[in-house]
């Protein structure tokens, strides 16, 4: 049974920073897509935002253009864990952040990963 298990979320001012952590299980994810999504306060969860992704395999990494350069995802393949780390983090940064993976493919961008797992959810909230 795949789980997807989230920790990290809390409450920071404008500026500081985060690091999220996403522990799977129940699948090999030495090679598969994974990444972080996002869901703002008052969206529904089709308007989910897509943060981060990695390949696991390869280490590819991809970003929206709003956390490029503040946010780095990771994945320690020895744990099983994936990270986001979230620094500079600005009040529109706030939001529900999901971990999420594709077991059905392999190799994924941002705008093609399609996750069929979800971890719980953890929250940031960013105050100015």
């Known amino acids: 049974q795949v789980q997807l298990v989230e920790s990290g979320g809390g409450s920071v001012q404008a500026g500081g920073s985060l690091r999220l952590s996403c522990a799977a299980s129940?699948?090999?994810?030495?090679?598969?897509?994974m990444g972080w999504f996002r869901q703002a306060p008052g969206k529904e969860r089709r308007e989910r935002e897509g943060v981060a992704a990695i390949y696991t395999g390869g280490g590819s990494t991809y970003y929206v253009d709003s956390v490029k350069g503040r946010f780095t995802i990771s994945k320690d393949n020895g744990k099983n864990t994936l990270y986001l780390q979230m620094n500079s983090l600005k009040p529109e940064d706030t939001a529900m952040y999901y971990c999420?993976?594709?077991?059905?493919?392999?190799?994924?961008?941002?705008?093609?990963?399609?996750?069929?797992?979800w971890g719980q959810g953890t929250q940031v909230a960013v105050s100015s």
């Open positions: 999420a993976t594709d077991t059905r493919r392999s190799r994924c961008t941002l705008s093609t990963i399609s996750p069929n797992y």
């Open positions: 129940g699948y090999t994810t030495s090679s598969n897509s």
